[in-house]
Each structure stands twice: as structure tokens, then as C-alpha cells.
């Protein structure tokens, strides 16, 4: 059996016991992972610690973000190692595991060292007095030993898009890989390892959050900030761990993410774009919709159709060609999905297709199937759509004016991303503003410029992260002040 170690100052080790590394699609156990206690976390962040005051810590901008290059030329030269350990641990269909997770891992690694390399120092000429003059320029340094931890759903892309930043900002990291999901990170280890990137530099340290790694590391003293991916309550308690002692946050949280479709859309492709945003990833996406407003004139036509493509979704192994669509990640996840379709049936929803757990190959019987469902009848007012299900679920709601979608999109607590789907242009850029998000797409989903600020507002999240905001997050700044 296959086994997932710590990583922890260059060294594979292991920990305080072991636990299961379950396969979603077949519910086989796959993998071996060595859970880390109190001394594993701890020597973890010790030898973070220890690189950051290494010849790491005094290596050029330059010569970090061209080691930073290395590593991404590795993932795509290790690409199918990558995938194998993504796709064993997600159940995700392989292409797109392949063009998404792994091809945005090495992306990663190259925009922040491209980012990073290009930034410059900002500075003051300050005029005090008859003639007397101070220059201020500002020193961006390391934050320090950062603690990142992330979730099950797109494991190696969001590490990543944590992890290139922060080493090329020169800081050290010991992340901490979803319990669901140790396999990318721990690839990902041999990976830098071979590129040259020095012992401590990186560390993994394998577990759970509660009573386990993740706590240990959020509440250990040598931690100068925490990154985090994952649910709003995590994010909420993992705040007050770190509140004692005023260490920085970065949190991208989870999502209630609304779409509109006004009645002038191109009605074909806003099928498409929704059938997307709801099913990629089977809603396990934080970005994913599950809300979607459609004007009245329109409800009915796009119900249909978008039930028509969701009944054309084929559910199946990763590695079967035809599968669009893969497992949930966990029983214990499809319980919670299976609660949320019940309240939804409670409250009194029309279920327009799926609503359950499908008939599917018996190779395929102990995996974490759901089916793929679309709702009508639902309100505002109804738990299932104020709470995030992260399934792949969505709640059609009619509206009668653009005021009435607005304020129906906003309603929520969470404030991560909206899609608006019009042929109008004014309209495309007033609603898109008008959405209390950190993330409003027009006529799309998902398409990310990397350089442009991450990040949701409310439940969502703290912070923004991508290109400059990402560097604003892992660095401290020393302002300087010389009087001339
Ligand atoms: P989760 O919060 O349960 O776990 C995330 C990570 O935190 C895991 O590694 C887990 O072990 C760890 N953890 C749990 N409790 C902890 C604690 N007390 N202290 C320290 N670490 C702890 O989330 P999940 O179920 O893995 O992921 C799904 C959630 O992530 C959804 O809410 C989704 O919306 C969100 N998400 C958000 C984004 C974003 O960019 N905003 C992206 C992906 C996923």
C-alpha cells in the first residue's frame, strides 16, 4: 500500500499513526497516510524556521523566482505523477484534472515568479521645513514561517496558488494537505526537492483540523501568519487560534455564489456557462453557483434547457473518456449533500432533474455518487438556498426587474463570486458592480487572470490574494525615512 509521509526538513517521516486515504469513486482505501502530532508539527516548524534564517533567507529575489521556474518546469515534466495522486484522491475525471489542477499548479509558480521578480520598491521624497528634505523607500521582507492549509476540492491547484507566492517572497512554508486529499502535496515535496529548493523550505505535515495537525500548527508559537483555504466556520475558528497573538490571516472561504440571467442573454451560451458553473468538479468548487436568478419572461425555457444538459452529464470513473462528472469526495460529504436535498424536498422545491444518489456500475457501488440536481418552488427564505451545500446543486428563481436580481444576488451572508449573463452592456457593467462580491463575471465563469486581486467578502473571506495582493500578504514592508 501506498504511504504518505511528512515532510519535514528534506526527510520523509512519519508520525504519530496512521489513517486511511480513501478512493471516492470506488470507496477502496488507496493510501497510508502517516498523521503528524505535536512533535512532527513542531519540528516542521522549527526546521521552516531554521531555512528562513538559511541561505535561503539571504538568496536573491532572482535566484529564488528562477528555482521557482524549475519547479514549475518539473510539475509539467512530472506531470503524470501529479495526476495520478489528484485523481486517486479526488475521483476527478483525468482531463480535466490534467488542464485544470496541474496545469494551473506549474501556472502558479510561473505568474509569482514573474510577479515577484518585477517588483520594485516604493519610495517618498518628503518636503519638511524651509528646505529640508527626507527620502522614504520601503523594504519588502519575508513574512516569515507561514502555515497554509488547504482543502480537499482542487488540492494541488490551491496549495500552489498559496505556496509559489509565498516561497517567492522568500518565506518558508509547512503546509497542511486536506486529510481527504495528502497525495499532490506530498508529490509536490519531491518535486522541489529535485529542483533545489533547500531542506525546510517546504514542509508537509499530514492530518485533520480539529484535535490534529491542523490545530497544532495554527496554534503553534513560531507561525508568523496563517494562508487558509477552506469553510467559513474553520476560518472563523482558526481567527481566534491565532488571535492571541495578532498574526496575520489570509482566508478564502466558502461561497452562496449567485448567478442572473437576464432575458436579452444569448440564451445558448448562458446554458453552457450555467451547466458549468453549477456541475464542474460536481459543485465542489467555492466559485460554483448555487443560485441562479432568471428573469420570468425567460424561467421557464432556461429550466428546461439547463435540466436537458444536466440529464446529458454522465457520471463515471476517472479514467472512462465519456465522464463528465465524478464523486463527491467523501461519504461524510455526501451525507451532508443528501441532508441539504432533503430540506429542499421539505421546504417544498420541484425537483427538475436528479435528487439523489444514481444507479451507477457495480464497480462503481461503494463510491460517492450523487446525482446532479436542479430545483424550482425554492425562495430566498429557505435554508438549502442560504446555507453552501458544495454539491452540484442549484436553486432557479424567478425575478421581475434587474432592482428585484440585485437584491435577491446580495442577500446572502457570503460575498465570494457572481456570473451576470446579458447582451446589454451598460446593464453588464452596472449589475456586475453592484454585486457584493470579491469576484463578478459577465457572460463567463472561472476565467482567471492570475495578476488580478482573489478573494471574497463576508463569510467568504479576508483579504485578497493574486499577482501584488498575494505579494502585500507574504511580505512585511520596513519603511525607511533618511533625512538629506
Ligand atoms: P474545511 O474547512 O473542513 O477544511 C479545510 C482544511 O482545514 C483541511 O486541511 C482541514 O484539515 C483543515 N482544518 C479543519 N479544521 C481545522 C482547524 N480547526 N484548525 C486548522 N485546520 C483545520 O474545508 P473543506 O471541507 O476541506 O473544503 C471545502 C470548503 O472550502 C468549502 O466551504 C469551500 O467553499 C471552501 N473553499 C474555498 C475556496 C476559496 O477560494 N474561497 C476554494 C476552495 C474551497
Not at 528562477?66 to 482531463?95: F, S
Not at 509565498?166 to 518535486?191: H, M, Q, R
Not at 457572460?443 to 471574497?456: I, K
Amino acid at each position: 500500500m501506498r504511504q504518505y509521509r511528512n515532510f519535514i526538513d528534506g526527510q520523509f517521516v512519519e508520525g504519530i499513526g496512521t489513517f486511511a486515504d480513501v478512493d471516492p469513486v470506488t470507496g477502496a482505501t488507496i493510501a497510508e497516510v502517516h498523521e503528524a502530532g505535536a512533535a512532527q508539527v513542531d519540528a516542521a516548524v522549527s526546521a521552516a524556521r531554521a531555512a528562513l534564517n538559511g541561505p535561503w533567507g539571504r538568496m536573491s529575489v532572482r535566484d529564488r523566482c528562477q528555482l521557482l521556474r524549475r519547479v514549475a518546469d518539473l510539475i509539467d515534466e512530472r506531470a503524470g505523477d501529479l495526476l495520478a495522486a489528484e485523481v486517486a484522491d479526488t475521483g476527478k475525471p483525468e482531463p480535466r484534472a490534467l488542464a485544470l489542477d496541474i496545469t494551473r499548479a506549474a501556472a502558479n509558480f510561473r505568474t509569482f515568479a514573474d510577479t515577484t521578480a518585477a517588483e520594485g520598491v516604493e519610495s517618498f521624497l518628503l518636503e519638511y521645513g524651509e528646505a529640508s528634505q527626507a527620502l522614504n523607500y520601503a523594504l519588502r521582507k519575508p513574512l516569515g514561517v507561514v502555515a497554509a492549509i488547504v482543502p480537499w476540492n482542487l488540492p494541488l491547484l490551491l496549495l500552489t496558488w498559496k505556496l509559489a507566492p509565498a516561497l517567492a517572497c522568500g518565506n518558508t512554508v509547512v503546509a497542511k494537505p486536506s486529510e481527504e486529499t495528502p497525495g499532490s502535496a506530498t508529490v509536490l515535496a519531491e518535486i522541489l526537492q529535485e529542483a533545489g529548493v533547500p531542506d525546510g523550505v517546504y514542509n508537509v505535515v499530514h492530518g485533520f483540523g480539529k484535535d490534529s495537525a491542523g490545530e497544532l500548527l495554527v496554534a503553534h508559537a513560531g507561525i508568523d501568519g496563517v494562508t487558509f483555504t477552506g469553510s467559513s466556520p474553520t476560518g472563523a475558528g482558526i481567527m481566534k487560534a491565532v488571535a492571541s497573538r495578532v498574526r496575520p490571516v489570509s482566508f478564502e472561504l466558502g461561497g452562496k455564489n449567485a448567478a442572473i440571467v437576464f432575458a436579452d442573454a444569448d440564451l445558448d451560451a448562458t446554458v453552457e456557462g450555467l451547466s458549468q458553473s453549477i456541475f464542474a468538479n460536481t459543485g465542489q468548487v467555492c466559485l460554483c453557483t448555487e443560485r441562479v436568478y432568471i428573469e420570468r419572461s425567460v424561467f421557464n425555457e432556461v429550466a428546461g434547457r439547463l435540466a436537458e444538459r444536466a440529464r446529458t452529464l454522465k457520471l463515471g470513473a476517472p479514467d472512462d473518456p465519456e465522464t463528465t462528472t465524478g464523486p463527491l469526495i467523501s461519504l461524510a460529504h455526501r451525507e451532508k449533500v443528501l441532508r441539504y436535498l432533503k430540506l429542499a424536498e421539505q421546504a417544498g422545491a420541484t425537483v427538475l432533474v436528479g435528487g439523489g444518489i444514481p444507479d451507477l456500475e457495480e464497480r462503481l457501488a461503494g463510491g460517492c455518487w450523487i446525482e446532479p440536481t436542479l430545483w424550482t418552488g425554492l425562495t430566498n427564505a429557505d435554508q438549502v438556498v442560504r446555507e453552501e451545500v458544495f454539491g452540484p446543486v442549484a436553486a432557479l428563481i424567478p425575478f421581475d426587474t434587474e432592482e428585484e436580481a440585485v437584491e435577491l444576488a446580495n442577500d446572502t451572508e457570503y460575498g465570494l463570486a457572481a456570473v451576470v449573463w446579458t447582451r446589454d452592456l451598460k446593464r453588464a457593467h452596472r449589475v456586475a458592480g453592484r454585486m457584493d462580491v470579491g469576484i463578478a463575471w459577465v457572460n463567463t465563469w472561472f476565467l482567471r487572470e492570475l495578476r488580478s486581486p482573489f478573494g471574497g467578502t463576508g463569510l467568504s473571506g479576508l483579504g485578497r490574494e493574486g499577482g501584488r495582493h498575494s505579494l502585500d500578504f507574504y511580505t512585511e514592508t520596513t519603511n525607511v525615512c533618511v533625512a538629506l
